[in-house]
């Protein structure tokens, strides 16, 4: 936060903080060495999902004493996705394919048990999860919804091009 207050347009490579919801801004004031690195966005929707998820992170790295960064925050097939890295671990390698028969997904070889990586990812997959029952608009529950794009509404904000 500078002496003028803070600075809601500006930081890191293309980063804006209004591609995020306000729970999420506050996160990034509070915390600005965790903004993304990388150009990022979050549908308004899951901005709960989101600030929790970061609460959850910045508190496992607080308790561990690790450095964490976060890479980049976006919606991809549907539901939300956090790239991190966790300092002196090796990072993880996420894989998607999509074909006709839908989705497939993979990781690289799970790391330690007790790895920060691996407790990280947990916080991660739990808010993916989270996301993909959650309208992008409003975060009331919604489901997947196919078209051009795999998005998630209510039916309240269900577009009309998906209506058959």
């Known amino acids: 936060m500078s002496r003028n207050g803070p600075r809601l347009s500006a930081g890191p490579a293309g980063y804006a903080m209004d591609n995020f919801g306000p729970r999420v801004q506050r996160f990034f004031i509070e915390h600005p060495d965790w903004k993304p690195s990388v150009d990022s966005h979050c549908p308004i929707g899951w901005d709960s999902i989101l600030g929790q998820a970061l609460a959850d992170l910045y508190e496992l790295a607080r308790s561990r004493r690790a450095r964490v960064s976060i890479r980049q ?23 998607d394919i999509v074909g006709e028969g839908g989705r497939l997904s993979g990781r690289s070889p799970r790391a330690s048990a007790d790895s920060i990586r691996e407790a990280a990812m947990a916080i991660v997959n739990r808010a993916s999860e989270e996301s993909r029952k ?3 608009v409003c975060g009331q529950p919604g489901s997947v919804r196919p078209g051009g794009w795999l998005r998630v509404f209510c039916d309240e904000h269900l577009p009309d091009e998906n209506l058959d």
């Open 134 to 136: 959650a309208c992008e």
């Open 73 to 95: 925050v976006k919606e991809k097939f549907a539901e939300l996705r956090i790239y991190f890295r966790v300092a002196g671990e090796s990072p993880q390698i996420h894989i």
